[in-house]
T-cell receptor, first 112, second 114 residues
Framework: EAGVAQSPRYKIIEKRQSVAFWCNPI?????LYWYQQILGQGPKLLIQ????????DSQLPKDRFSAERLKGVDSTLKIQPAKLEDSAVYLC??????????FGPGTRLTVL | DQQVKQNSPSLSVQEGRISILNCDYT??????FLWYKKYPAEGPTFLIS?????DKNEDGRFTVFLNKSAKHLSLHIVPSQPGDSAVYFC?????????????FGQGTTLQVKP
């Protein structure tokens, strides 16, 4: 079974630039999560999708972050414009309904 | 508001000995707890979980203990192996409402010395 795929693996941008991350969940998984992991901290949930609907986006900074999951499969997380404090690893995870979350390898973002 | 805390940033043990990683939580609504293991440049992988109706769950070398009255859980690894060296995250969930949202602790870096 293929795991959760994410790209790019690494990204370096200047502050105020835009960036997008892509996630392809495990086939058949209805639930998709985006987490932000700042160095020295645990992952923090940014947004959760059930199929293509948003279940929880309470921790998503909506003035600069946006996410979509078209057709209930792949998802894209965008930051526009980026700030220095957005430097982190962005993790995507997926699960079948009520099941264990499987994580992708993450995208390490550095904002200069 | 840190609802899940891992107060030890790091732990070093000798190969073959026991590793004990600790986790405290504050939200009494949490009723499902998990441990994840993370190697560098990889995503976290699920290790073991426990429901609040139990106080112990074992899986091979890994045992998780839950003390609900103290709002404390611990992960025991016996015997520890060098391949266990990784960052370990404790996570908690309130299954009522069942969105599956996990709240993670800060992580503990375990180093197992040969």
């Amino acid at each position: 079974e293929a795991g959760v795929a994410q790209s790019p693996r690494y990204k370096i941008i200047e502050k105020r630039q835009s960036v997008a991350f892509w996630c392809n969940p495990i086939s058949g998984h209805a639930t998709l999560y985006w987490y932000q992991q700042i160095l020295g901290q645990g992952p923090k949930l940014l947004i959760q999708f059930q199929n293509n609907g948003v279940v929880d986006d309470s921790q998503l900074p909506k003035d600069r972050f946006s996410a979509e999951r078209l057709k209930g499969v792949d998802s894209t997380l965008k930051i526009q414009p980026a700030k220095l404090e957005d430097s982190a690893v962005y993790l995507c995870a997926s699960s079948s309904t009520g099941g264990e979350q499987f994580f992708g390898p993450g995208t390490r973002l550095t904002v200069l | 508001d840190q609802q899940v805390k891992q107060n030890s940033p790091s732990l070093s043990v000798q190969e073959g000995r026991i590793s004990i990683l600790n986790c405290d939580y504050t939200n009494s609504m949490f009723d499902y707890f998990l441990w994840y293991k993370k190697y560098p440049a990889e995503g976290p992988t699920f290790l073991i979980s426990i429901s609040s109706i139990k106080d112990k769950n074992e899986d091979g070398r890994f045992t998780v203990f839950l003390n609900k009255s103290a709002k404390h859980l611990s992960l025991h690894i016996v015997p520890s192996q060098p391949g266990d060296s990784a960052v370990y995250f404790c996570a908690a969930s309130a299954t009522s409402g069942n969105t599956g949202k996990l709240i993670f602790g800060q992580g503990t870096t375990l180093q197992v010395k040969p």
